[in-house]
């Protein structure tokens, strides 16, 4: 069974920063892209960042220079470095992960979420 558990969020000030975490457990043969996405209240889920398998980043314009993605290969572990928050990021902030098990057909994964909110 492979999952995927997110961490880091919280409230934040405008200007701060925060670090999500998501790690990936279970029977995983190879995990291709990763990435972060939000979902505001009354509004549609968003890409936020990506990695794609050659390891090209991309960036919702929203979050260019501001946010950064990274992995961690050995420990199954994508993070979302957010700095210069703004009150517009608040959202739940969803990873996914595009991941092959051992014996099962690839497919993407979710984490379960983690509410971030930026106030004063």
């Not at 291709?32 to 990506?50: D, I, M, N, T």
């Not at 703004?86 to 984490?111: F, H, M, N």
């Amino acid at each position: 069974q492979v999952q995927l558990v997110e961490s880091g969020g919280g409230l934040v000030q405008p200007g701060g920063s925060l670090r999500l975490s998501c790690a990936a457990s279970g029977s995983i043969f190879s995990i291709y892209s990763v990435g972060w996405y939000r979902q505001a209240p009354g509004k549609q889920r968003e890409l936020v960042a990506v990695i794609i398998s050659s390891g090209v980043t991309n960036y919702a314009d929203s979050v260019k220079g501001r946010f950064t993605i990274t992995r961690d290969n050995a420990k199954n572990t994508m993070y979302l470095q957010m700095n210069t928050l703004k009150p517009e990021d608040t959202a739940v902030y969803y990873c996914y992960a595009r991941i092959k098990p051992l014996q099962a057909p690839s497919r993407d994964y979710w984490g379960q979420g983690t509410q971030v909110t930026v106030s004063s």
